[in-house]
Each structure stands twice: as C-alpha cells, then as structure tokens.
C-alpha cells in the first residue's frame, strides 16, 4: 500500500536514503569541460533531451572555443549548428547575447552569483543553479526539473505546482547537504522508472511510500488526474 510517511522530512529521508542506494552514481549528464561549456549546455537542455544536447556540444565546442567566439558569432549561423534543438532560434540569440554580457560586465567570465547570472538572457534560475553547483561549486538552491516537479508530487513531498514555489517549498524540507543530489536523483529515477507516462510501479523502490502508486491509488498526484483516463 503506497503511504507516505509522516512528516515530509520522513518521507523526504527514506525517500533519499533509498535513491541514493538505487543510483549511486548520479550526476549531471550533460558533457562539458568548462564553465562557458556548462552555461551553453544548460541553456540548450531546456525543453530538450540531454542527449540530444550532448550530440550537439560535440561539435559546437570545437568550433566555438570562447566568450569572443560566441559574442562575435552570427546568430542565424549559429542557430544552424544547433538545429536539431528545440527552439534553436531563440537559444542562439541567448547564447550570443549572453556572451556580449559577460564580456562587457564580468571580464569574459561565466558570473558566480544567482543575481549575475539571472540578468544573462535566456537565464533562470534552473539553469542559474545548474551553473552555481557544477562550475562553481555554489549550492544556492534546488534544480526544479520537470523529472523534480513530477515525482516530487507524486510522492507528496510538496503540492506547490510553480518550480520557483516548489524550490522554495522543497527547501524547507530537503536536508541542505542533499540539495545538489535531490535533483540527480530524481532525474535518475524519473529517466530509469517513474516516468511520465507510464511509470513502472511494480518495480519502483519507493512504491510502498507512494501515494500515486499504480498498483492502489487512483490518481496520479503529479497532474491531479486519474490513471485511468491518461
């Protein structure tokens, strides 16, 4: 029977105890050797697979080496190397824009603050986060993805339904040590098992603790609808 524990700091300690045993070497998929490499990956991952991303960087990275090489680049040519990410057009004008800021107001430099980085184009503060704990090794918050939104509410960790109030809510309840991890973790978990669409109950290591569990409940808590009707 899928039950939460209670309180949610329980529920939120069995739950990353058990993850942490199932995927313990979680981590950030996107390939990247430096900082400028990581902001670029970020902002091309938004609405877009790793993967797909991954396949992309291979070459743009050799082509475009630093900030002058994407301030200075053609937004339209370099929309083209992306072309098979999902809103290319926009991301190119972000990605150049952003590297004429840093070169303007930060020495050519990736920024190290949320602020700084929030103020580059095509910036928020899920790829601002991403930046902190992977290039600069500042842990200000939580990654809400949508893997983080989705199991988050399935297993009642949070209701909020916005990733900027539910970063805030997970906060208050995640373990600051484990705020880099929560989001791997779920990533993980919501790649290997508890996916959108068809989430594998049966062979999910936190069945017992979830209330959206196929297997003896109704509804899905992420979405608020019923299995039946998905």
């Given amino acids: 029977m899928g039950e939460p524990r209670e309180p949610r700091e329980e529920q939120v300690a069995e739950v990353l105890d ?33 993967e797909r991303v991954n396949e992309e960087t291979a070459d743009l990275f050799e082509k475009y080496e630093t900030v002058e090489d994407y301030a200075n680049a053609d937004v339209d040519e370099l929309s083209e190397d992306i072309g098979s990410i999902t809103y290319h057009n926009s991301k190119a004008d972000y990605i150049v824009s952003s590297a004429r800021t840093m070169l303007e107001e930060h020495d050519g430099e990736v920024p190290d603050t949320m602020d700084e ?20 090794d500042v842990v200000e918050g939580i ?31 995640v373990p600051e040590k484990d705020w880099q991890q929560y989001t791997h973790l779920f ?23 979830c209330p959206s569990s196929k297997l003896d409940n109704d509804v899905d808590l992420a979405s608020g609808e019923p299995w039946d009707e998905r």
Wanted: charged share 25%; glycine share 4%; hydrophobic share 35%.
């Fill in 18 to 50: 058990r993850l942490y045993e199932a995927y313990p070497d979680s981590t950030i998929s996107l390939n990247f050797s430096t900082r400028l490499e990581l902001l670029i990956a970020v902002v091309l991952s938004a609405q877009c697979t790793d």
């Fill in 117 to 136: 980085l929030t103020e580059l184009k095509g910036v928020g503060r899920k790829t601002a986060n991403v930046v902190l704990q992977h290039g600069h």
């Fill in 143 to 173: 990654v809400v993805d949508t893997h983080v939104q989705r199991i988050s509410r399935r297993l009642a960790i949070t209701e909020e339904e916005r990733p900027k109030a539910m970063e805030q809510d997970l906060m208050s309840v």
């Fill in 187 to 209: 990533i993980s978990h919501g790649r290997e098992t508890c996916t959108a669409r068809n989430p594998d109950c049966g062979d999910c290591v936190l069945e017992d603790l």
